[in-house]
């Protein structure tokens, strides 16, 4: 696991065996491998350097972000601190920092490691990494109208959102206005007087939302150019957020830093302008615009287009054809030259793209006869034309790093039911260079461990195969009847089977069948990897939370599996997997009999405006008063229930605040229907150290409920440390 290229022929990797975890380096030029460092001395060499002691058997939870120094030290992370580690000795030393000021936001490091840019006080400000002095970029960022500010209303930080240069010379960034933003309270639980956290959070429909005025700057005259162009909108051409992976995707520098390419999307995401701007006199160039049904992405779950200015092109990704392909442009003129890829298959990441030999390196679905269409593969494909090349040819899920000369690949590569394998291979060919590591599961099935199986249903059209998983607990009895749980995350950013690769567990889909339930997790229509058509299945009409596949799903299997009792059904998710379950109980009352909706974003009006507005549109009122969000809204069929229904919410949810469950208690507190609710006091949207809690909770609801079996009073679940 965690495979890091040091330099062009080397990477290491963590190995994990009875014995402990322990680093391995591998020269890619012969493929051999070696343990990196004395696991005990090092562990030593870390408490003498940290003055905290170090777990020698897993060193992999102490260290992170490996690198390799020019001096060849490594280069660790641990616990925020950086340290240089000589394994000769060994010995290890901290590296010297500059100290931020309180109140300080992450900084942001140049590519040549000489500064970094951070957030103080609604500003930009560089700091000199060798020496810490420090300079302020912009003085004109007051309160709500700051500079790189991180907020989409369901994140918020203080990191900065801003692209260097390649010389470094340069910032690429926004002063972000929400001065008429909506404001979000949040009011926690403590002794004394509540601490009350507030911040500017969009909602669906607001007049005023929160907008950006991009601008470069020039760190070494502090001269900050502002793009001529109206305020633009806070979006991005794939996620929720302007940074979707950490950076500001949307963005990319030219190579000689004059210039830049960016992408503006509008509101409803349903147009893309592809632009330049002049870095030194902030001129806008609309290069061509992509107009999408019902909405537009640059990749699925990656941004996958690029600005190529020494070749005078634009490489881009649409799904334009039913299926995301890529298409190269002519910089200058907006004319499409060519497309590079084509068929009904999906294009899903750009992982590299060589400019000089005008090859692109990418994952791909669906495209290789008889493989499962969610097995991801990778290909290399020439800008020039000429057909794709498969260099990863297993019918299985593929995971990738290349080196970065591009010369080598690692790929892991793994099915449900088959372990991991990594090996690497060429680049260019594909080629298996050499088996770097194969998974040994022999401890985990000694302890029990089965495999899910794979399923293949129907959609709600009679044609569309489904896939999904199945668990049965690992003493399935074929003569006995199981109660079926179905776990949801309706999309339509993911699905809800959680890997189609090689995973221990899948949550705790395994643990809830080990106390005697059947669970099932389908990729409904409305999910990504498929056609766009299937992408679209539900588009503008999110209530549908692909409940229709699911219920004909479980219907197929109960056809075909006679251990299926289709007379206790239930059903669970989190987050959009509980603004499901909960439409489950309430639309299909005679369906599902037990549901637990945890933390769900039941009202769309209730979240933050990029999320639905993507999905369900813009918020339009008719003349009798409706709006096309009325029947999304959980809280409008809370009436229907006629099951038992678990309501959960961390009070500090600050991504899909509690109002959103609050609104389905109210109405079925007013129908004087009978509910559980469980209500988490400082939790936020994922549950911390409530989590062993809220599982052992939903263990017992189904138990009690569904099963009609008791339970173990007050069972605590124990997580490993």
Not at 209 to 228: A, C, G, Q, Y
Request: glycine share 8%; hydrophobic share 35%; with cysteine.
């Amino acid at each position: 696991t965690g495979v890091t290229w040091l330099d062009d022929k080397t990477f290491v990797w963590f190995d994990n065996d009875a014995n402990g975890v322990r680093m391995v380096r591998t020269d890619a030029t012969t493929g051999q491998s070696t343990t990196a460092f004395d696991n005990a001395k090092m562990a030593k060499a870390l408490l003498a350097a940290t003055g905290k002691p170090v777990d020698a058997r897993r060193l992999d939870k102490s260290i992170q972000g490996v690198g390799l120094n020019a001096d060849g030290r490594y280069d660790f992370s641990v616990k925020g601190v950086r340290y240089l580690c000589d394994v000769s000795k060994p010995r290890c030393v901290a590296k010297p920092t500059t100290k931020a000021k309180d109140g300080d936001g992450p900084a942001n490091v140049s590519p040549d490691g000489k500064r970094e840019a951070f957030i103080r006080d609604w500003n930009l400000w560089v700091r000199d990494v060798a020496t810490g002095a420090e300079t302020q970029l912009t003085t004109d960022g007051v309160k709500d109208f700051g500079y790189a500010t991180n907020n989409a209303g369901w994140v918020h930080d203080d990191s900065a959102i801003l692209v260097w240069s390649p010389d470094s010379s340069k910032i690429a960034t926004f002063q972000q206005d929400q001065r008429k933003t909506s404001t979000m309270a949040l009011v926690g639980t403590n002794v004394g007087a509540p601490k009350i956290e507030t911040w500017k959070y969009p909602f669906v429909g607001d007049k005023d939302i929160t907008m950006i005025e991009r601008v470069v700057i020039d760190v070494p005259s502090k001269n900050v150019v502002r793009l001529k162009m109206p305020p633009d909108q806070h979006r991005s051409t794939q996620c929720d957020d302007v940074s979707c992976f950490g950076g500001w995707e949307d963005v990319q520098w030219a190579p000689d830093g004059k210039t830049l390419g960016f992408a503006s999307t509008s509101r409803d995401h349903q147009k893309t302008w592809l632009r330049t701007a002049d870095a030194a006199t902030g001129e806008v160039r609309d290069v061509f615009q992509e107009d999408a049904k019902n909405w537009f992405e640059s990749g699925i779950n990656a941004i996958n287009w690029r600005y190529l200015p020494e070749s005078n092109e634009i490489l881009w990704w649409s799904q334009r054809s039913n299926w995301g392909h890529l298409y190269l442009y002519d910089l200058a003129t907006g004319k499409l030259k060519r497309q590079v890829t084509e068929g009904e298959w999906n294009v899903a990441e750009v992982v590299r793209l060589d400019p000089e030999s005008r090859t692109v390196w990418f994952t791909g679905v669906n495209r290789e006869a008889g493989h499962h269409p969610y097995h991801q593969h990778l290909y290399r494909v020439n800008l020039d034309g000429g057909d794709p090349v498969l260099l990863s040819p297993e019918d299985a899920q593929h995971a990738f790093k290349l080196s970065k000369d591009g010369k080598y690949v690692v790929d892991t590569y793994s099915t449900t039911a088959v372990p991991p394998v990594t090996v690497l291979r060429d680049a260019q060919d594909g080629k298996v260079l050499a088996e770097v590591a194969k998974a040994d599961i022999a401890r985990l099935t000694a302890a029990g461990w089965v495999a899910p199986e794979p399923i293949v249903v129907k959609a709600r059209d009679g044609r569309t195969d489904l896939y999904g998983m199945l668990f049965k607990p690992s003493n399935f009895d074929p003569s006995k009847k199981y109660p079926i749980v179905n776990y949801i995350y309706p999309g339509p950013q993911v699905g809800s089977v959680r890997t189609y690769g090689f995973a221990p567990s899948h949550g705790d889909n395994q643990a809830l069948a080990e106390l005697g339930f059947v669970v099932v997790a389908i990729d409904g229509m409305g999910t990504p990897y498929r056609s766009k058509a299937f992408h679209d299945a539900y588009a503008k009409n999110i209530g549908d939370n692909t409940l229709p596949d699911q219920v004909t799903g479980m219907q197929q299997l109960a056809k075909r599996y006679p251990w299926i009792d289709l007379t206790r059904v239930g059903i669970w998710g989190h987050s959009g997997g509980g603004n499901a379950t909960g439409t489950a109980m309430f639309r299909y009352a005679e369906f599902f009999k037990v549901g637990i909706a945890e933390s769900g974003n039941h009202e769309n009006r209730n979240y933050e405006d990029d999320w639905a507005e993507k999905w369900q549109g813009l918020l339009t009122t008719s003349k009798d008063g409706k709006t096309n969000y009325d029947d999304q809204a959980n809280q409008s069929h809370a009436p229907k229930l006629k099951g038992k229904l678990l309501l959960m919410h961390g009070m500090m949810d600050d991504n899909v605040p509690p109002q959103n469950t609050l609104l389905v208690v109210d109405a079925l507190t007013r129908a004087n229907k009978d509910f559980d609710l469980l209500l988490l006091p400082n939790a936020r949207h994922g549950y911390g150290e409530y989590s062993p809690y809220v599982m052992r909770k939903r263990w017992d609801y189904f138990v009690e409920n569904l099963l009609g079996a008791g339970h173990p009073a007050e069972y605590e679940v124990k997580l490993p440390k």
